[in-house]
T-cell receptor
Framework: AQTVTQSQPEMSVQEAETVTLSCTYD???????LFWYKQPPSRQMILVIR??????QNATENRFSVNFQKAAKSFSLKISDSQLGDAAMYFC???????????????FGTGTRLTVIP | KAGVTQTPRYLIKTRGQQVTLSCSPI?????VSWYQQTPGQGLQFLFE???????NKGNFPGRFSGRQFSNSRSEMNVSTLELGDSALYLC?????????????FGPGTRLTVL
């Protein structure tokens, strides 16, 4: 079974600074998808960024970027120029390639609570 | 385009009762997945429905069931409620049949079992 591990329960960052959230996963599959989701206190889960395992290039979405290390099974999220609105719970998630199992479900890590200090 | 909606947002029940939660996906999305979120177990997958058929199921007892209607709206039912069923129940919709597999989440239903 796939497992996703987030070893940092809490992180804090100064406004305008950069922070990196860690995520590792365990899988025997070669093709899969990885995601970072953000859950602010309002509870609405929002997709931040996604990465296809077959792509070597790291995904980037504005101030958010990932460092995807497939061999190490590592998928970290870097937030640049942190803003107060970035404060939230961040979840790393794994999804199998649909072509292999047909499954569409996400396996989530336990989350990292990010605090942004003004 | 409207997002995923869930009703009710909050629910209080007592042990032994049953409850039905509703989820309306984004227009055009035919896949609806349900997740349970608790402080102890985190986010766990319950089941997925696609075109009115259950496509995948997580490791939950048979007390948890669901269905999907022809308009893609989905309901989740929990029978014989237990204290441990207290959780935030999230549903997510996706457009998996068109190669877009991002899941968009609703605001959740907070269920409290007394």
């Amino acid at each position: 079974a796939q497992t996703v591990t987030q070893s940092q329960p809490e992180m804090s960052v100064q406004e305008a600074e950069t922070v990196t959230l860690s995520c590792t996963y365990d899988t025997s599959e070669s093709d899969y998808y990885l995601f970072w989701y953000k859950q602010p206190p309002s509870r609405q889960m929002i997709l931040v960024i996604r990465q296809e395992a077959y792509k070597q290039q790291n995904a980037t979405e504005n101030r958010f970027s990932v460092n995807f290390q497939k061999a190490a099974k590592s998928f970290s999220l870097k937030i640049s120029d942190s803003q107060l609105g970035d404060a939230a719970m961040y979840f790393c998630a794994y999804r199998s390639s649909r072509g292999q199992t047909g499954a569409n479900n996400l396996f989530f890590g336990t989350g990292t609570r990010l605090t942004v200090i003004p | 385009k409207a997002g995923v909606t869930q009703t009710p947002r909050y629910l209080i029940k007592t042990r032994g009762q049953q409850v039905t939660l509703s989820c309306s996906p984004i227009s055009g999305h035919r896949s609806v997945s349900w997740y349970q979120q608790t402080p102890g177990q985190g986010l766990q997958f319950l089941f997925e429905y696609f075109s009115e058929t259950q496509r995948n199921k997580g490791n939950f007892p048979g007390r948890f069931s669901g269905r999907q209607f022809s308009n893609s709206r989905s309901e989740m039912n929990v029978s014989t409620l237990e204290l441990g069923d207290s959780a935030l129940y999230l549903c997510a919709s996706s457009n998996r049949d068109r190669g877009r597999d991002e899941q968009f989440f609703g605001p959740g239903t907070r269920l409290t079992v007394l």
